[in-house]
């Protein structure tokens, strides 16, 4: 008996493997699946601006980075006690000016770098809805907790959203001719803007990502639908009913697994998992024999691990 629909899925012909650089950007799920990828001790660099929600804070600061636009003291605004831009998370928010700019423009510095080297840039799209700062007429990426009354809030189009999808890429090309690039549309919920509205939005990123497909040469996953299709119920969800639980994310990141790495790499990943596993051991006695042999063990795992791929880096510690 068959309990479930699911969605047919290949292999992608261009697969991530050790070798890979990875670039992700987005929102917040394009974090989980980072987390797995960093997890696995994967190359790559992720959210450098921290999260972005919508298209147009994404292309904005993959425009910036290409072009290396630095950050100027205009660029950021103080409010709450803390320096902030309207361009990126508050992750990036500082007391000091002088920081946060440094900071924002070390953000460019190494997008652009890594947007240069990538073999592979995922980028995860959350909302089409945007609010705009009034006074500037810019929409911006992130509100930082200023008041509405200096917002209108917008629904982008199908043609909008594509539109800026078509920069984006334009963009990356321009940096990266051989970039494979990777869209999918996030399956936490964004029900602060409505039920139906949070389906609108997701719709037209849908719709505009698809729009895309059919113009460039550019991959879909879809983590929306293995979500709303596959795992479709709320057990799924971590408590605020919003967000996918530790088991939601774990089946969508072996679907990704299932498209998108090489499985010439799987006894490698399972040798890194053992790894990971060992140092999250919490010893009874951390001084005791037993336990320093199994340090020794794991330490000798690692050095196995490293000498195939040097770059993975380990934190442990022998006493």
Request: charged share 25%; glycine share 2%.
């Amino acid at each position: 008996m068959n309990l479930l629909t699911t969605i047919p899925l290949s292999k992608s012909k261009n697969p991530i493997d050790y070798t890979s650089q990875l670039l992700l950007l987005g929102s917040c799920f394009s974090e989980n699946i980072g987390a797995k990828l960093e997890y696995y001790k994967f190359q790559g660099l992720q959210n450098p601006f921290g999260i972005l929600f919508h298209p147009l804070a994404i292309e904005k600061l993959i425009q910036k980075s290409v072009n290396q636009e630095l950050f100027i003291e205009e660029d950021v605004f103080h409010e709450n006690e803390q320096w902030h831009s309207f361009d990126a998370h508050s992750c990036m928010s500082s007391p000091s000016k002088e920081k946060i700019i440094i900071d924002l423009n070390e953000a460019l510095r190494s997008t652009a770098v890594q947007a240069k080297k990538a073999s592979h840039i995922i980028i995860t799209l959350g909302t089409a809805w945007v609010y705009r700062n009034t006074s500037s007429n810019e929409v911006v990426a992130n509100c930082h907790k200023v008041p509405q009354s200096n917002f209108t809030k917008e629904l982008l189009s199908v043609d909008e959203v594509a539109e800026s999808l078509k920069r984006t890429i334009t963009l990356v090309q321009s940096a990266n001719a051989s970039a494979k690039i990777i869209f999918t549309v996030s399956p936490v919920r964004h029900l602060k803007n409505g039920f139906v509205e949070n389906q609108l939005s997701k719709s037209h990123l849908i719709s505009a990502i698809h729009k895309v497909l059919e113009e460039n040469k550019i991959s879909y996953f879809p983590s929306y639908e293995l979500m709303m299709d596959e795992l479709r119920d709320y057990r799924f969800y971590a408590k605020d009913m919003i967000h996918p639980n530790e088991v939601a994310i774990d089946y969508i990141w072996e679907k990704f697994v299932e498209v998108w790495i090489d499985n010439a790499i799987s006894e490698t990943m399972k040798k890194v998992g053992e790894v990971q596993r060992g140092l999250q051991h919490r010893a009874f006695n951390s001084e005791g024999e037993a336990h320093q042999k199994f340090l020794t063990s794991l330490a000798q795992k690692i050095a196995y691990i490293k000498k195939d791929y040097p770059f993975m880096d380990f934190n442990i510690s022998i006493a």
